[in-house]
């Protein structure tokens, strides 16, 4: 079998420079991705191979950015707009809805917007409150818009290649703590045309006692987890959701009806939030019958996030608040 | 032809005798019948008013050329636009339109003159006051008219409503006030990416003016040089607040600061125009934005639930329709330059009127959207969907 190591921060930038070539009509713009290489190095060298006229820094402004690439989708480009993270994407989220996400319904079917809003989400290490906050519950919530948050490089591949391709405005989730994190890939996944379809999770790990439901950089802590439990004979069976919007309960229905038991795991805060969707939906469909204990949330703390290293640690889920979470449903 | 002469002279014969003036002589009728076209003067050159610039060394012409074809179509369309206004106000106080509904009369010659001034190929953004555009740009009165009352036969298929009408290379119609200039930036950088000569006219009004985005968006279709008309429909009120007391400088066409401007007298559909024409040839060189303020007016208040008086007077109202009505200015320009006559305008203002009710006709019968529309559109190219109803047994079908 061929693999090859690749980092997450590679996957994406070989996903965007192939969709690039494959079609002119793509281009990206956002602050520093040309002739910075990115703010995080995801867009390291399209600017030099593409040139000005495809890769766009921008001014600090990005309602009216935001706005612009909107407009270009609405004229017939296929826009990437960057947001340096997700927390500067508030400054524009009314372009992001209002402007993109509604307009197919709100003409009828006359006006389509291809456009992928792209950026870091959620927890870093040390940004403190007014960068750490996780968007996937904010945008999840609206209709017109397709939600994503690849965890693997497999996933950042597959589903930014599938997200540009989209012709609907696709929010993807990046996670910067996960652009690093090297993953091996098969040989199929390197080929141009590799997609992995929006709206489809993946069972990372087979179990049977418990299904646990993540996405972004929560699944590696619950593989982790998984891991320490095998050792104790709990068999964990964690879905990667791969998309928000729209939800695969599908997916995680056919798991509980085998695992009898759920928890979901996620960096955002708890009220409102992806978990609350999941139990409601689970509450609502074929696998509540099947359930031995209530499904319960892993979260983040309810709190802005603060700066020292030993508040931050203590406020997102850890290895050890899945494992207690997991022995306690089970026990329940 | 003689079918044509017959009508014109028996209406000409009935509105003489309506208003009680002496029944024109079996001679004059006579005379009247045996006018032909060939008697009008086929143009005319018109002087305009000149426009105040701002960091440009000169402005459009101060002459206007009018053909006679122009005008009447200008007429028609203006005319059109005017008595479909007054035809939703109507609709709207007999609860046949409902929601937000935001009448142009008064500003026809913005519209009107904007699109004698670029190509149907352009490109065009305008925020809520927008059934005038959606008219220049291609909609049908009839299709216009059923959205605002929300039927299947609806430009948005009755899904968009009042604030909500796209046509080709028309971006609506947009609710948030000011979202739509950055919005018509980006348009214009597509017109840039993909060479093919045309622009954006991004319109805002005085309200939106002072938007932060607004600013972004002059600053980014400067620095890249975006083939971008930004227009400012000037109409002297953001709903209920004047412009002294909203904008700290109410010089518009210089509030672009590094951008070229226009201040345009909006009510002379021919001074429009020229100034559009003079910024389309700026765009299309490559000069990059220019800003025009057009300085209208909107004899209906701000939307269907605002009076309109509380923040001005009747008699300033009244004054603007009697010295400067945009369609009485054209209708006055045409007859005393022998380009048109009383009773061929007449004839349109007819055949207006008809189209109109028509229209109204249709839009109060045409049915709703069926039920099972409810929930499609929600994704372009994409399979068929289900999205969840009010309670978790419903599930509604989607398709693109």
Partial sequence: MFYIRVTVRDALNQAMDEELERDERVFLLGEEVAQYDGAYKVSRGLWKKYGDKRIIDTPITEMGFAGIAVGAAMAGLRPICEFMTFNFSMQAIDQVINSAAKTYYMSAGRQSVPIVFRGPNGASAGVA????????AWYGHCPGLKVVSPWSAEDARGLLKSAIRDDNPVVFLEN???????????????????????????????????????HSRMVSLCLDAAAVLAKE???????????????DAEAIETSVMKTNHLITVEGGWPQFGVGGEILARIMEGPAFNYLDAPAVRVTGVDIPMPYAKILEDNSVPQIKDIIFSVKKTLNA | MRNMLAIISNVLRGTASRNGAELVSEGARVVVSARTYADFTPQASFDIKKCDVHKLEEGPPLQAVLTREEGLQYYRTMQTMRRMELKSDQLYKQKIIRGFCHLYDGQEACAVGIEAGINLTDHLITAYRAHGYTLTRGGTVREIMAELTGRRGGIAKGKGGSMHMYTKHFYGGNGIVGAQVPLG????????????????????????????????????ASLWKLPCIFICENNKYGMGTSVERAAASTDYFKRGDFIPGLRVDGMDVLCVREATKFAAEHCRSGKGPILMELQTYRYHGHSMSDPGISYR?????????????????LKDRMLSNNMASVEELKEIDVEVR?????????ATTDPEPPLDDLCNHIFYNDPPMEVRGTNPWTKLKSVS
Avoid: W
Avoid at chain 1, 187 to 194: H, I, N, R, Y
């Fill in chain 2, 185 to 220: 930036a980006g348009v214009a950088l597509a017109c840039k990416y993909l060479g093919k000569n045309e622009l954006c006219v991004c319109l805002y009004g005085d309200g939106a003016a002072n938007q932060g985005q607004i600013f972004e968006t002059y600053n980014m």
């Fill in chain 1, 129 to 136: 409150a007014q960068h750490s906050q996780c968007f996937a």
């Fill in chain 2, 354 to 362: 008809k189209e109109i009710e028509d229209a109204a006709q249709f």
């Fill in chain 1, 176 to 214: 910067e703590l996960m652009y690093g994190v090297p993953f091996e890939m098969s040989e199929e996944s390197q080929s141009k045309d590799f997609l992995i379809p929006i709206g489809k999770a993946k069972i990372e790990r087979q179990g049977n006692h418990i299904t646990v439901v993540s």
């Fill in chain 1, 233 to 247: 004979g709990i068999e964990c069976e964690v879905i990667n959701m791969r998309t928000i919007r729209p939800l």
């Fill in chain 2, 313 to 329: 007077t009747r008699e300033e109202i009244q004054e603007v329709r009697s010295k400067s009505d945009p369609i009485s200015m």
